[in-house]
């Protein structure tokens, strides 16, 4: 050991005391600046797994949003299984939300904090690392001087008895042996004597090193302590920031806390016990089954005048005829020429003097220009009549699936025209002004 102090090789126990053993002490400051990284770590792993779930609870939503919508269950029981999918993107959002501030919030403070706590030097290392080195090897230098003198001491007084031992087992085998001469047996005795004196020495020196380190033990303890104390005090401050950390955490993990979290879960209950099925089949009877109306045959008696009612399907629908029309023009104030009909399979030539509206109905609607002029008339007609409209309300919502078609939701009013047709469709006007064709079992009419 060398006369500055050097705590190297010293400690011959584990105990806190021993030279050298207080750097257990000091590495727990590097410890600390190295749980800070593993805490951001930790907690920035579980930020992605939340991401990954609400990604996954998002597109698990989607697909199975769609697969409900075009799949055949209908009515109550249909919302309330896209409730589940509603509470699943609103559970996606709070998860969003956790992953935010696991990844933000909570690792920004913590970085925070270690920026603070922790001071790097340009020499590498911290600087409380150091003061903390340098605090327990000042306090220790000192005592550890004594320290090497008893050591020194005891390994000279240990050397002397040894060789006072050595010296006395030589004495008593030259008296055991007749061979030697009283003289040579004097010097052994001799020899015994003077290793007794050099041990008494050693020991003397020995007990008094012993006595000058036993005098330091409370001041380098005092020492020790102090720097000790305030290693500790940094490090209560790291546990108790640490246990704040965590409990942010908890807080921020712990959705059934949360508002959102309760009526998620709530409202979800809500929409599951508003299922009826009561309800559902009443509606399926009158969409799909017995409550749909029906035009039951009846006997109709001809008349010129009369003006079949056009269906939806009929509308859609294009005659084919073999008839051609041609030399057709424009109406004015002059009347048209007489048209020539040319008929393929009976090469018969009509020629009269028709009019407009004398011309048949197939005739016209085989050169494309008879129907769409028929139904702009009658248009023209109905709104030159201004049918006065009966008021409905709606049963069930209806989305249009045509051009021609209108929607509205369960509970609007709307004017009736007319009676329905043969294929259960009748003509209506929406609040808005919007004139089309709705099934006429989605409404009733309202009684006043």
């Known amino acids: 050991m060398s006369s500055n102090g050097d705590l190297s090789d010293m400690g011959t126990s584990d105990s806190f005391w021993e030279p050298g053993n207080y ?11 190295r749980l800070c990284n593993d805490l951001v770590s930790c907690f920035q792993e579980r930020a992605k797994i939340e991401k990954s779930y609400a990604l996954q609870l998002s597109d ?3 697909k199975w949003r769609n697969s409900v919508e075009k799949g055949p269950q209908y009515g109550t029981l249909e919302k309330a299984w896209h409730a589940f999918m509603q509470a699943a993107d609103r559970l996606s959002d709070l998860h969003l939300e956790l992953r935010e501030r696991l990844a933000g919030e909570d690792s920004d403070k913590v970085r925070g904090w270690q920026k603070e706590a922790f001071h790097k030097q340009l020499i590498g290392g911290f600087k409380e690392t150091k ?14 001087r004594k320290l090497k003198d008893v050591e020194t001491s005891k390994k000279s007084y240990h050397q002397a008895r040894k060789e006072e031992r050595t010296a006395v087992t030589r004495e008593s085998h030259a ?3 007749t061979s030697k001469s009283l003289e040579e047996v004097r010097k052994y005795t001799d ?16 007990e008094k090193a012993l006595e000058e380190l036993n005098r330091c033990n409370p001041r380098y303890m005092e020492d020790m302590e102090q720097v000790f104390d305030l290693t500790q005090e940094a490090e209560q401050k790291r546990l108790s920031f640490f246990k704040e950390v965590l409990q942010d955490i908890h807080t921020h993990l712990d959705l059934s806390s949360k508002e959102g979290f309760k009526s998620l879960y709530r409202d979800l209950g809500q929409t599951i016990n508003s299922a009826n099925d009561v309800e559902d089949l009443r509606w399926w009877r009158n969409t799909h089954g017995p409550g749909m109306s029906m035009n039951w045959p009846q006997f109709e008696e001809w008349s010129p005048e009369s003006k079949r009612s056009i269906g ?14 041609t030399n057709i023009v424009s109406s004015g104030e002059v009347d048209p020429p007489t048209p020539t009909l040319q008929d393929t ?3 018969k030539d009509y020629s009269s003097d028709w009019s407009d509206e004398d011309i048949p109905k197939k005739v016209l609607a085989a050169n494309g220009v008879g129907e769409d002029e028929e139904e702009e008339e009658e248009g023209e007609e109905e709104q030159d009549e201004k049918v006065e409209g009966v008021r409905v309300r709606a049963l069930y919502d209806y989305t249009g699936q045509e051009s021609d078609e209108l929607s509205f939701k369960s509970g609007e009013e709307l004017l009736k025209f007319g009676e329905e047709d043969e294929q259960g469709w009748c003509k209506g006007q929406l609040a808005n002004g919007r004139v089309g064709l709705y099934p ?9």
């Not at 750097?23 to 600046?33: A, F, M, P, Q, S």
């Open 440 to 448: 006429a079992n989605y409404v009733q009419q309202v009684t006043s």
């Open 60 to 62: 698990w939503a989607r």
């Open 345 to 347: 399979h009976r090469g």
């Open 131 to 144: 003061e903390a080195d340098d605090g327990f090897r000042k306090a220790q230098k000192p005592w550890v």
């Open 191 to 206: 020899r015994v004597e003077r290793c007794g004196q050099e041990a008494e020495k050693a020991k003397e020196r020995y």
């Open 175 to 177: 008296k055991a042996d």
């Open 23 to 33: 750097k257990r002490t000091v590495h727990r400051v590097d410890d600390g600046n």
């Open 312 to 325: 939806r399907k009929d509308r859609a629908s294009k005659t084919e005829d073999v008839v051609t029309l």
